[in-house]
């Protein structure tokens, strides 16, 4: 069995962060209870801070569950472009450990000009940004862009130092060139590629975050188009959960991704090498 990097983990209980619901439970030791149960080595902690969101968990406490957990845990940032000081705040972060930038989930266009600035930092110090894109703006958070992704193709072009992972449902329903601006999650065969598979395809700098409902349903919903799409962007695609089959045991990625029998290098870049590179580790 390949190594293993989930790309796209929380933790909702440490110190005084104690998020509503069932995210409430997940501590570094559930955790790590739930990597070794799918047998994944590590994992990304991503550090959840916006002024949409109603539960956080600092960058600052994410470090320190890092360091206590550093052959299991990989530490991201996050900060909210929309208060002063968030450029030196990043620098901070990175002394201190982190690797990448996320779950951005800042609710302004994606290439708002305060965003802009955000790459430019990443760009500066080298770091992944994982963003995720809500599917419109009475979404609870997420960075906005048109149906097209226009904006995202922008700052592709003006950005070509830096990586960008997508993720979310308002990225991952454009899988179909055809799709109801008013769903998430669309359901369907695929009958054209849509605008996430043509830039997956023109941009070095952009990936894919599998996890959660959204990366899931993105390849559930048609098999026999997510297979060659999994083969031929192996290299652009990131293992990841979310935790989802924590809330609903009927997503489980591992479970999805081996019913598709890619080949070994498939299976490799996507479960691990991919973000190795990513994170310069």
């Known amino acids: ?74 530490p991201f940032c996050v900060v909210e472009v929309r208060e002063e000081g968030f450029e030196e705040k990043i620098v901070k972060y990175v002394e201190e450990g982190c690797v990448g930038v996320g779950e951005h989930t800042s609710k302004i266009p994606i290439d708002h000009r305060l965003n802009l600035k955000l790459y430019k930092i990443c760009g500066r110090l080298e770091l992944p940004i994982l963003i995720h894109i809500a599917t419109s703006e009475t979404n609870e958070y997420g960075a906005l862009d048109t149906t097209d992704l226009k904006g995202l193709e922008r700052v592709l072009k003006e950005n070509s130092n830096v990586d960008f992972i997508m993720h979310g449902p308002g990225w991952w329903r454009c899988m179909s060139k055809r799709f109801d601006p008013n769903v998430g999650y669309p359901k369907g065969k695929i009958e054209e590629p849509g605008r996430a598979v043509e830039l997956l395809e023109e941009y070095e700098n952009l990936y894919g975050d599998l996890s959660a409902g959204s990366g899931y349903n993105a390849l559930a919903r048609d ?58 580790r």
Do not use: Q
């Open 223 to 280: 098999l026999e188009f997510a297979k060659p799409f999994l083969e031929r962007l192996n290299r652009k695609l990131l293992y990841g959960t979310d935790l989802v089959d924590f809330f609903d045991p009927g997503y489980v990625h591992i479970r999805l991704l081996e019913g598709f029998n890619l080949s070994m290098e498939a299976y490799e870049n996507i479960y691990h090498r991919n973000l190795e590179r990513l994170i310069h």
């Open 1 to 74: 069995m390949s190594f293993k990097i989930d790309c796209h983990t929380h933790i909702g209980n440490y110190k005084d962060a104690r998020w509503t619901g069932k995210w409430g439970e997940v501590t570094p030791e559930f955790l790590i209870e739930y990597l070794d149960k799918h047998e994944v080595d590590k994992a990304v902690v991503l550090p959840t801070y916006s002024l949409d969101m109603r539960n956080h968990t600092p960058t600052e406490y994410v470090i320190e569950a890092c360091k206590e957990r550093p052959e299991r845990f990989i």
